[in-house]
């Protein structure tokens, strides 16, 4: 066990995710203080207990093996192939791990043996037989995933493999003599400890309007390929509106007349479709059926009244396949949310003047080039939520992603209040929010407890990897004013040294 040392005297924390104040490496030095005394109470608790039996399906070789047959760790993930791909001659079989977010298979090409198609998290075993000194291609046969770079060589030699980085890079085999556990664990507690780490650029920023003289309000939007740093050090090409992922939120009230031009500087055609927001079936951005597309340089302009609440989004809908899943989508809304204001749900009542202390997107990718992400960002570049306790926190859940994620906080229940921007009759307290492709769910939720609180996707290969913790994770930092408060009196009443030193 790492031994955790004294950490920095953290500043108070500032609230909130939102705001500019928080970003200030002040508060991420704070952060840092305060995650590495809580972690070892809290996360390691809670998260380490997700290392044990994973791949507990796969099956392996076994230690009974007999000696010229050779277990070998895959893993498949958009769009590699990985491992430590060299065996003995002999009998060979492979044990495929889809770390992925989309469907693969693995096929030996020379025998044309392959695995099914898996789906992300998924693992088999590929019995290859018996092979003979020489080389042999591995690649994804789903279309267009080997010109992606699925394609490996997988090489049967008589010449001893070098030892150690199966353990440290690919599919964690605990039957092989080289499995290290506490190799693991380090691995996947430091890159626990790197939370939370600063990345370029910030989405979700809310859009201000032009107001027109007739009183209308025009958003401005451009659609472009930029370079975006997912996570420490890991620039991938999004696509991006104005520069951020996801692209700036649009908030207007119920009546507005809304414009809103975009420039297309995408190499595609594009247009913007306003998923669950009420507009004339001409504004509804789907070419051909409601406009023609957007050509590359071209500028077009939607026009719409706003005339019912909404918690919706924007996304490009022409060739969403590659635009959205790169990050073409945000937050649009109309209106105020629907809080349940003095409703009591399970006998807790909301009161009759709720407001929440901090409000966020948190919007859901899994594809594409930024991958398995919260608001752009890939653990441990996700933005934490710095808290006091008693703070309400209100969340919007957007997926734009391609499967759904069981969306889990720590602690404190959420209270789901309106499902696609639609009020329930009947809210309901859950501690996991399942939100599938396209959907939303409007929660609010209250920080009671003091400590480190991960809030997750509960697709454990979403958010682990052996490479460490990664994808859609990111925490609320709660801390306790009180206990603050009485910990800096007791440090005032310490008192000095007054001996003078020469
Ligand atoms: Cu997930």
Redesign the pocket.
């Known amino acids: 066990m790492t031994v955790v040392q004294d950490p920095p005297a953290p500043p108070a924390p500032q609230r909130g995710v939102s705001s500019d104040e928080n970003s200030g490496s002040l508060v991420f030095v704070g952060l840092a203080g305060l995650l590495i005394a809580l972690v070892a109470t809290v996360v390691v608790i809670g998260l380490i207990g997700l290392l044990r039996d994973e791949n507990g399906g796969g099956g392996s070789g076994g230690a009974g093996a007999a000696a010229e047959a050779s277990t070998i760790g895959v893993t498949l993930s958009e769009f590699k192939i990985e491992g430590d791909l060299t065996a003995a001659p002999g009998e060979v079989s492979l044990l495929v791990n889809n770390v992925g ?1 989309q469907q693969h298979n693995l096929v030996l090409v020379e025998t044309g043996t392959e695995t099914p198609l898996l789906n992300g998290g998924d693992n088999a075993v590929l019995d290859l037989g018996s092979l003979d000194v020489g080389t042999y291609e591995l690649i994804c046969s789903v279309p267009g995933h080997k010109e992606s770079g699925m394609d490996a060589t997988l090489e049967i030699t008589t010449t001893p493999a070098p030892t150690g980085e199966a353990a440290a890079g690919g599919t964690h085999d605990h039957n092989s003599p080289d499995f290290n556990s506490d190799e693991a664990d380090a691995i996947m507690i430091n890159s626990m400890l790197e939370f939370p780490a600063e990345t370029e650029g910030k989405g979700n920023e809310i859009l201000e309007p032009e107001i027109l003289p007739d009183g209308t309000k025009k958003f401005t939007l451009e659609a472009s390929i930029i370079d975006w740093e997912v996570a420490p050090g890991q620039i991938v090409e999004a696509w991006a509106y104005n520069g951020m992922v996801p692209g700036p939120q649009i908030i207007v009230d119920v009546g507005d007349k809304v414009q809103v031009e975009l420039t297309n500087n995408t190499p595609m055609g594009t247009d913007i479709h306003w998923h669950g927001v009420h507009t004339p079936n001409d504004q509804d951005g789907v070419s051909p059926y409601t406009q023609d597309p957007i050509k590359t340089g071209e500028t077009y302009t939607y026009e719409f009244v706003a005339d019912e609440p909404a918690i919706g989004m924007y996304h490009a809908h022409l060739h969403s396949q590659i635009s959205v899943v790169n990050g073409m989508f945000a937050a649009f809304r109309v209106g105020d949310r629907p809080y349940p204001r003095g409703e009591t749900i399970s006998g807790v009542t909301i009161p009759e003047d709720f407001e929440p202390d901090v409000e966020l997107p948190m919007v ?1 990718n ?1 594809a594409g080039t930024i991958g ?1 992400t919260l608001n752009g960002k890939s653990f441990p570049g996700t933005e934490p939520l710095v808290l006091e306790t008693g703070d309400w926190v209100a969340a919007d859940y957007y997926n734009e ?1 391609l ?4 969306m889990h906080q720590h602690q404190f229940p959420q209270l789901v209040y309106a499902k696609d921007g639609i009020p329930l009759d009947y809210p309901y307290w859950a501690d996991t929010v399942n939100v599938a492709p396209g959907e939303r769910y409007s929660v609010i939720y209250q920080a009671t407890d003091p400590g480190v609180w991960v809030w997750h ?3 454990l290969t ?2 682990e990897r052996d490479t460490g913790m990664f ?2 994770v990111t925490a609320l930092v709660v801390s306790d004013p009180e206990a603050t408060a009485e910990e800096a009196a007791a440090e005032d009443t310490v008192p000095e040294d007054t001996t003078a030193e020469s």
Do not use: F
Not at 403 to 406: F, G, I, K, R, S
């Open positions: 977010s859901l899994d398995l992603g499967t759904a994620h069981p996707c509960h697709i979403h958010v994808g859609m």
